[in-house]
């Protein structure tokens, strides 16, 4: 998933799916708890992949499963749009990522992520700079 998408909750908290990302999210995904780089935002994944987490999870041993990795799972919020393509988030992790009304969309590889627009400006500004582009660049084979 790629891209980023300035989107606004309406009066029932709810958003619209970007156009490009439909097809890569499918008819029911699944939103929790995020965090990039020290910032609050909401993750959002598709079934496949929240099946992969879960799997994953069910998998640890009791000992390994810790309270912030149970937190991802109980707060999540499993989605599936209506025929305009919206879906309903709940006040809990609207809350969580500081969310008031205009949101970014956006894409992140694999998953998707939900941003209050002025974090995600902070956050940004934050990592435009050519040294930390380029370190990304050489993370990822670039």
């Known amino acids: ?47 496949k992949d929240w099946q992969t987490l879960s799997e994953n999870y069910n998998t640890l041993p009791i000992s390994q499963r810790s309270a912030a990795t149970s937190l991802i799972f109980m707060n999540a919020n499993q989605c599936n749009p209506d025929k305009q393509f919206r879906f309903s988030l709940t006040q809990f992790l609207l809350d969580y990522a500081g969310i008031d009304r205009e949101v970014m969309i956006v894409g992140c590889a694999g998953q998707a992520e939900i941003w209050d627009v002025a974090e995600y400006e902070a956050y940004e500004a934050e990592n435009l700079s050519p040294e930390k582009l380029l370190a990304a660049m050489e993370a990822i084979g670039l």
């Open 1 to 47: 998933m790629i891209g980023k998408y300035p989107a606004k909750l309406d009066e029932k908290n709810r958003l619209f799916v970007p156009a490009k990302l439909r097809d890569e999210l499918g008819g029911d995904f699944y939103v929790t708890l995020g965090v990039n780089c020290g910032h609050r935002c909401l993750t959002v994944y598709t079934a």
